[in-house]
């Protein structure tokens, strides 16, 4: 897996840096089947004299063949803001790991289950 982190009006320590490395990487237990994935991090804090409220937002974009991810979480904590995006990033991939396992634990449909049985009956 490929992480990239961008900042703009952040300044990320090593221990920062490393958690969010940490975190992103748990992630590889739902997609190793994907093989090239890309795992985006920006961590922007829109702060100034004119802005109001809410100045620090994470967005996290995940991109694999057939796959696609973005989600974006604003808070007034950086690291609050980042491990809410995870999480909801967490969820939406887990489940869509879970509707995959689903189909394959269904199984093969009836109609193809009685077209390999039609092979070998016996002829008359």
Same mark, same amino acid.
Request: hydrophobic share 35%.
């Given at each position: ?17 490393? $958690? ?9 237990? $739902? ?35 057939? $796959? ?7 808070k007034n904590n950086l690291m609050k803001a980042f491990a809410n995006a995870? +999480? ?23 109609? +193809? ?12």
């Open positions: 897996m490929d992480i990239s982190i961008s900042t703009r009006g952040v300044i990320v320590t090593a221990r920062q840096k490393s $958690y969010i490395e940490k975190r992103i990487l748990k992630f590889n237990k $739902y997609l190793k089947h994907l093989s090239p994935v890309k795992a985006a991090v920006q961590l922007i804090d829109d702060s100034g004299p004119n802005k109001t409220g809410v100045t620090q937002t994470v967005k996290i974009d995940l991109d694999a063949p057939g $796959y696609e991810l973005h989600v974006e979480e604003k995870v +999480s909801a990033a967490e969820r939406q991939v887990r489940d869509q790991h879970k509707q995959k396992i689903e189909k394959r634990r269904r199984g093969v449909s009836f109609d +193809s289950v009685v077209n390999i049985f039609g092979k070998f009956r016996r002829k008359k």
